[in-house]
C-alpha cells in the first residue's frame, strides 16, 4: 500500500491500535519498518505523519488490536496525545464532518510526503534491520493454532498447581517456573504460544492494570502429560533497563501466587512462532532469560516423543545467554539431558574474572556446525528474548552463512518465506 492510498480527498485513512485488546507485546512496534509506532506506561499507538500503510505490523500482532483504521480529516488526525489517553478506539467520524474535511489539500501533500520521506530513509539509509528476517507464518509441519480463546472481557480463570524458583536461591534475579490449571476448560496451547495474565487491582490513575504476556514453558500435553495445564516462566522484575528500581506488577504477582491461588488468564496468543511436527526437522534454538520458555516446550514436546520412540533424528541445538549460571533458569535440568538429543552452548556476560560472552558468539564458536544446519532445509530457527539481542543474533546468522559461502540475502529470505526463522524479542 502506497502513502497516496493512505489519503483521498482530504480524508486519512488513519491507522490505530485498539486499547481494549492490546496487551502491550511489543510485536508491532519492533515489526513496523518505519518507526511509527511507539508507547507510553499506557497504550500503543501509532504516528500518523508516518505510518505509510505497508502492512508490515499487521500479521505478527497475536490479538488482531493492531488492525484497526478510523476515516478523519486529514488535517486534523488523532494525535499520540489523543491515543496515549483512549481506554477503547472513537466512533467513526459522522459523515458530514468527513465531508467538510474535502478541502485540505495542503495539508495532505505535505503529510504525502512526509510519509514517502520516512519510508525513503529507511529504506535507503543501510542500516541493518533483523527484525525483516522474521518470519510471520508457521512452518509447514506445524500443528494448528488455536487464539483468541478468551480476551479481556472474558477472561479465564485457573488454578495455581506449582510455583518454584528455577535460577539458584539467594541471587537477586529469580525466576520462576509457575504452573497454571484449567480444569475441565478448555484451552489448547502448542509450543510457542502465549497467554496473559490479568494482575488484581488498579494502577495510578485507577485504571484496571492490563494484561501482561508470557510465552508458555510446557509441552502441549500439560506440564504433567495429560493434564490440562500450563507452565510459564517469569522473572521478578525489580528494576527497569537503566537498573532504577520498579516493581514489575505482574512479574511480582505471579512470584508470590501460591498453590491454590486464582489467577485471571486471556488468549492463547500467536500462530506463527510454532514448532515443526516433522520428526526429522532440526531446531536452532537461541534465547536469553525467560525467553527459554518455549524453548523448554519445544525441548519437552521432543523429548517425550523420543521417550515414545516417535522420533526421528531431528537435531536440537541450543544457545543460551544469562548474567551468569546462577541466574540461567532451568540450568540444572538442561545440564541432565542426554548430550545426543540436545547440543547446548551457554553464554554468560557478567561472570567474574572472565570476558563478557554473549549467545552471538558461542553461534560464531560452533559456526561449522551452525553452518551445516543452515545448509538443510529441515532446520528451523527461533530467537526469544530481551529487543537488543536481536540484531547480534541475526547478523551472526548472516555472518556464519557468509563465511561458509551462502548468499544470506538469498537464504534470510528463503528462511523468512518459508517459515524457519522466528524472531520474538521484547
Sequence with gaps: MSSTTLIANGILNQHLIDPEICIRCNTCEATCPVDAITHDDTNYVVMADKCNGCMACISPCPTGSIDNWRQVPASEPYSLADQYGWESLPAELPLERLAAAQEAPIYVQDMTQAVIAAASSSAVD????????????????????????????????????????????????????????????????????????????????????????????????????????????????????????????????????????????????????????????????????????????????????????????GKLMLFFGARTPQELPYFGPLQNLPKDFMDHNFAFSRVPGQPRRYVQDAMRERATDLAQLLRDDNTHIYVCGLKSMEEGVVLALRDVAQQAGLAWDDLGARLKREGRLHLETY
Design 126 to 313: 543501510g542500516s541493518f534491520r533483523a527484525a525483516t528476517y522474521g518470519a510471520t507464518t508457521p512452518p509447514w509441519s506445524a500443528a494448528h493454532a488455536y487464539t483468541n480463546l478468551y480476551g479481556p472481557k472474558n477472561p479465564i480463570t485457573v488454578t495455581v498447581a506449582g510455583n518454584i524458583n528455577c535460577t539458584e536461591a539467594g541471587y537477586d534475579n529469580e525466576t520462576h517456573h509457575i504452573v497454571l490449571d484449567f480444569g475441565a476448560m478448555p484451552f489448547p496451547v502448542l509450543e510457542g504460544q502465549s497467554i496473559a495474565v490479568i494482575p488484581p487491582g488498579v494502577d495510578a490513575n485507577g485504571k484496571a492494570h492490563v494484561a501482561r504476556q508470557y510465552s508458555v514453558a510446557s509441552a502441549r500435553n500439560g506440564e504433567r502429560p495429560g493434564y490440562n495445564n500450563v507452565a510459564l516462566t517469569v522473572k521478578r522484575v525489580t528494576q527497569d533497563y537503566e537498573g532504577r528500581p520498579t516493581r514489575g506488577v505482574a512479574s511480582n504477582y505471579l512470584c508470590d501466587v501460591q498453590v491454590g491461588d486464582k489467577v485471571q488468564v486471556i488468549g492463547p496468543f500467536g500462530s506463527s512462532f510454532l514448532m515443526p511436527n516433522h520428526p526429522r526437522s532440526h531446531i536452532v534454538m537461541i534465547c536469553t532469560g525467560t525467553g527459554s520458555a518455549p524453548m523448554r516446550a519445544m525441548t519437552e514436546w521432543r523429548r517425550r516423543l523420543r521417550k515414545s520412540g516417535k522420533f526421528e533424528g
